[in-house]
């Protein structure tokens, strides 16, 4: 009974150990099992590591067609590791200095990046692909620039640099032993990669008009040329010359043509442009059939105001002298109308004022005369033809001119 009672003990005993034993190892293979499957960060995770620096991916400044007007450069960099498969296969890609410095770091036993034709597909090279801007960018002075740390400075670029900018760059880690050295096995791990259209921002301008506009005001010497829809306003094109490259921002800062200057923004002296604006204010007051004979000048107290045409344009309507830009005819034609009707055109115009075009880009103000000095004649004779102390940007013009184009 006794020896019965014994083996029925023992053989409890014996299954509970026998499960015991079998769950331990199945815990093993579970275990084991983990970490053979893990995926490389978290083997990363448990090593020292090198990073490399790749580059930044900053957003996307756009035309209204997605055309990319910043990041259109796309270049792949190969990150390679110290190892004979990843030199080998490099080695079939690079050529000269390149390949020549590129071997010398690996052979360092330090992992190293280069920029490749094409991806390689190797154990120990990790491809990446980074956008960079062209230096000869469209609208460069409506876009803008960035410093060494990929912040934006002017333009666009600065306006909307809160949602342009990345401050997480783009970096490849290594797994390596207390010494530093590259472990073999273990897959580069990519840190930071992100589309450059991510966060992006899509302009009103066309690069088909923009092109149009570079190429004409270069034959200006010195000015600008805006391009706008005249149903709706929308700036297609904004160029402005001297112009500039990003690679010789620096060496222009001091330039006496300040050519980091928009000039399209800047207020000036327009001169024969804002003769509509006059001719506008003399029509609200039915004056559209004022007549005058050019005789290619005008005396008003002591001073003689010329016309283009010193011979005169003889008796001329309000149409031709639009046609033809005659100073004479609107010296007299502001006479008549009177400051306080031109000055009220004009501010319903906007100018005078600051245009905002987008987040924090602003035209300048420009400057309309005050009654006071246009209590002078002289000084009203010369803002009825956009001279004297009258001011205004080329963008500025804008809704006189739209205004127009729409049929008044």
């Known amino acids: 009974m006794n020896r019965n009672r014994f083996w029925l003990i023992f053989s409890r005993r014996s299954l509970v150990c026998f499960i015991i034993i079998l769950a331990l190892l199945f815990s093993c293979i579970l275990r084991t099992a983990k ?49 004979p498969r990843a030199i080998t296969a490099i080695s079939h890609q690079l050529e000269g200095d390149s390949l020549k410095f590129v071997l010398e770091t690996l052979k360092s036993g330090k992992p190293v990046t280069c920029e490749v034709s094409q991806k390689i597909e190797c154990d120990g090279i990790v491809c990446t692909e980074i956008y960079n801007t062209s230096p000869n960018i469209p609208a460069i002075h409506t876009v803008g620039y960035t410093n060494d740390q990929n912040i934006g400075i002017s333009g666009i670029e600065k306006a909307y640099n809160d949602l342009l900018y990345n401050k997480n760059d783009i970096t490849v880690r290594f797994a390596c032993d207390g010494k530093g050295r590259i472990l073999s096995g273990v897959k580069p791990e990519i840190l930071g990669e992100c589309s450059p259209y991510n966060n992006a921002v899509v302009t009103t301008i066309d690069i088909n008009f923009q092109n149009i506009a570079q190429n004409l005001v270069e034959n200006l010497g010195q000015g600008a040329i805006i391009i706008a829809e005249a149903k709706t306003s929308k700036i297609r094109a904004v160029a402005s010359y001297p112009t500039f490259s990003l690679d010789n921002i620096d060496t222009l800062l ?48 002591d001073r003689t105001f010329k016309c283009h045409n010193h011979q005169g344009h003889g008796f001329t309507t309000l149409n031709n002298a639009i046609a033809y830009s005659c100073n004479t005819y609107f010296y007299n034609f502001g006479l008549k109308v009177g400051k306080n009707d031109i000055l009220n055109m004009a501010s319903n115009l906007n100018f005078g004022k600051r245009i905002k075009l987008c987040n924090d880009i602003y035209t300048a103000k420009g400057n309309l005369p005050t009654t006071q000095k246009l209590d002078n004649i ?7 033809i956009g001279q004297g102390d009258f001011l205004a940007s080329p963008i500025s013009l804008l809704p006189l001119y739209t205004a127009i184009a729409n049929g008044g």
Do not use: M, W
């Not at 002296?269 to 003399?282: D, E």
């Not at 559209?288 to 000048?297: I, L, P, Q, T, V």
């Not at 002289?378 to 009825?384: G, T």
């Open 254 to 301: 001091n330039s006496p043509q300040s050519p980091l200057f928009n000039r399209a923004f800047g207020a000036y002296n327009v001169g024969s442009v804002f003769k509509p604006c006059v001719a506008a204010a003399g029509i609200e007051k039915s004056f559209s059939n004022f007549c005058y004979n050019c005789k290619g000048s005008f005396k008003i107290i």
């Open 35 to 83: 970490i053979a499957t893990s995926n490389y960060g978290e083997v990363q995770k448990n090593y020292a590591s090198i990073k490399i620096k790749i580059g930044n991916t900053r957003g996307t400044i756009f035309d209204r067609n997605k055309y990319p007007l910043t990041n259109d450069l796309k270049k792949i960099i190969a990150t390679v590791s110290p190892t």
């Open 378 to 384: 002289a000084h009203l004779a010369n803002f009825s």
